[in-house]
């Protein structure tokens, strides 16, 4: 009995390990053709979260700064009205 269990071993052995190793070399040579395409696939991904990344970090900024939008008028009027009073330096060459 023993003996008719060994050589069954021995037939299946002979038969599943060439089928394994085909099954090893297909799986090799089917993800070495796609290796292109998953770098390719990676690429685009980080394209992507790059620029969506970026796209909602200047949100947030504007959505920061829409609180500040009347601190910015008043000093961008005060600026003008002191850009305006001033006297530009080469019109006072000219007046000289």
Do not use: E, N, Y
């Given at each position: 009995?023993?003996?008719?269990?060994g050589l069954f071993l021995l037939?299946?052995?002979?038969?599943?390990?060439?089928?394994?190793?085909?099954?090893?070399?297909?799986?090799?040579?089917?993800?070495?053709?796609?290796?292109?395409?998953?770098?390719?696939?990676?690429?685009?991904?980080?394209?992507?979260?790059?620029?969506?990344?970026?796209?909602?970090?200047?949100?947030?900024?504007?959505?920061?700064?829409?609180?500040?939008?009347?601190?910015?008028?008043?000093?961008?009027?005060?600026?003008?009205?002191?850009?305006?009073?001033?006297?530009?330096?080469?019109?006072?060459?000219?007046?000289?």
């Amino acid at each position: 009995m023993f003996l008719l269990f060994g050589l069954f071993l021995l037939v299946a052995s002979v038969i599943v390990v060439p089928l394994l190793l085909v099954g090893l070399v297909l799986r090799l040579a089917i993800g070495l053709a796609l290796l292109p395409l998953r770098i390719v696939g990676f690429t685009i991904k980080l394209a992507i979260g790059l620029v969506l990344g970026l796209v909602a970090l200047v949100l947030a900024g504007t959505v920061l700064l829409i609180p500040l939008l009347p601190v910015i008028a008043l000093v961008f009027a005060i600026w003008l009205i002191v850009r305006l009073t001033r006297r530009h330096p080469a019109a006072q060459l000219a007046a000289d």
